[in-house]
């Protein structure tokens, strides 16, 4: 009964073992430098970078595609930004505009409702009943034009503050990887400066 328990985990632990080095396989063959995010193609410099002790040796072409890939993610989410920032300005030059013809149209019917209950509207007649229903949908309607682009420019304004979001962690992101990656390139001169130093005293 013991071995069969036994066989059994020993089974378990292999198809385990088998199922994770496959999906680390997998994941890393799917990895490119010259496609996907920019976390992907650090990954890929990561993974397929060469181990010397506890650094990983980058090649230099790869830094410079990562730099040139990376700058033109920052360009993107710049143009983005402002391409946002001049929608949000349009809007809220129409919203402006929108309450400022609501505010006329309510000075409108104020002035209305103090005439008489026949009155002349586009040359012609109607009752004060017919002509503060025609006001009061017009209102409306303004009024759903102004909440929709409200509603517009709050949208605009999140999509905004998400790109500055994204654009300073990926400026963080930048510089944290650039850092360390200057330093594991100084690291290696420094070795194989000493390295040249041990094979010059010999």
């Known amino acids: 009964m013991k071995i069969i328990k036994n066989l059994f985990v ?40 060469n181990n010397y002790q506890d650094y990983k040796v980058v090649k230099k072409n790869w830094l410079y595609m990562l730099k040139a890939h990376t700058l033109d993610s920052l360009k993107a989410v710049h143009k983005d930004l402002t391409d946002t920032q001049l929608v949000i300005e349009n809007q809220a030059k129409e919203i402006s505009d929108l309450k400022s013809n609501l505010t006329n149209t309510q000075t409108s019917l104020d002035q209305t ?10 040359g012609m007649q109607m009752s004060k009943t017919n002509y503060n229903v025609l006001m009061w949908t017009i209102i409306a309607a303004l ?58 005293g010999l």
């Open 113 to 122: 409702n103090t005439e008489k209950n026949n009155m002349a509207l586009f």
């Open 143 to 200: 009024l759903a034009l102004l909440i929709f682009f409200i509603y517009k420019y709050n949208n605009s304004n999140a999509v905004t503050k998400d790109a500055k979001h994204a654009l300073s962690e990926i400026e963080e992101e930048f510089e944290e990887h650039r850092k360390t990656a200057l330093e594991r390139e100084q690291k290696v001169r420094r070795q194989l400066q000493d390295e040249i130093n041990k094979q010059k």
């Open 10 to 49: 020993l089974t378990l632990l292999f198809l385990s073992i088998f199922s994770a080095s496959a999906q680390t396989k997998a994941e890393k063959d799917n990895l490119s430098l010259n496609s996907g995010t920019i976390d992907n193609q650090f990954e890929f410099v990561i993974r397929r970078s």
